[in-house]
Structures are given as C-alpha cells and as structure tokens.
C-alpha cells in the first residue's frame, strides 16, 4: 500500500560520514521501520530498528557510530552514519511496517 524511495547514498572515504534518508508515499502510518544492508557474497543483515515509540536498537557492528530516527507525520527514516569504515560498503534498504515494504535499494562504497 506504500512506495518507499531512498536517497543519500554514495562514496566516502574512511572516517567520513553519509546520511539515508526512506520517505513512503501512501496511505497509513509508519510504524516499526529499519534498515538493512547487503554486502557482495553476505546475506542481508538488520542494522537498525526502531520502535512505535522510538526506542532504536542496533547491530553491534554499527553501534555508536550509526543512528536511525524517524518523523511519524512526515513519514520519513533517516540512517546517520559517522565514523565509516569500508567493511560498511553495501546496498542499503528500509524496510518499514505495517506494510513490510522494502526501499529501491541504495549503495554506499566506503574507500580510500
């Protein structure tokens, strides 16, 4: 019942920072909504998470450098990466609920 579109992917150097943001077009409100990421020859992994009432969680590979958050009325998820590394180069989806709808997808590369 939604489209997601993702933007803010691309490449940066190690130590540099990008910021993902996933807007949905429909009817409804967001609810749990994370992200996830796929690196060549790995399985899709969670990220991110956040809750009906904000509470995050985050994988431990990301924690203190990532940061999801969301605005409910905009319909809009943001990922804030800091602190890059090139072990964080994938394609990156949102996947938001209660639609289980997934982003196009969005590549970030992370090198020097």
């Known amino acids: 019942q939604v489209q997601l579109v993702e933007s803010g992917g691309g490449l940066v150097q190690p130590g540099g920072s990008l910021r993902l943001s996933c807007t949905a077009s429909?009817?409804?409100?967001?609810?749990?909504v994370s992200w996830h990421r796929q690196a060549p020859g790995h399985e899709r992994e969670l990220v991110a998470i956040?809750?009906?009432?904000?509470?995050?969680s985050y994988a431990g590979s990301v924690e203190g450098r990532f940061t999801i958050s969301r605005d409910i009325a905009e319909k809009t998820v943001w990922l804030q990466m800091n602190n890059l590394k090139p072990e964080d180069t994938a394609v990156y989806y949102c996947?938001?609920?209660?639609?289980?709808?997934w982003g196009q997808g969005i590549q970030v590369t992370v090198s020097s």
């Open positions: 996947h938001v609920g209660p639609w289980g709808s």
């Open positions: 429909g009817r409804g409100s967001i609810s749990i």
């Open positions: 956040i809750n009906v009432v904000g509470t995050a």
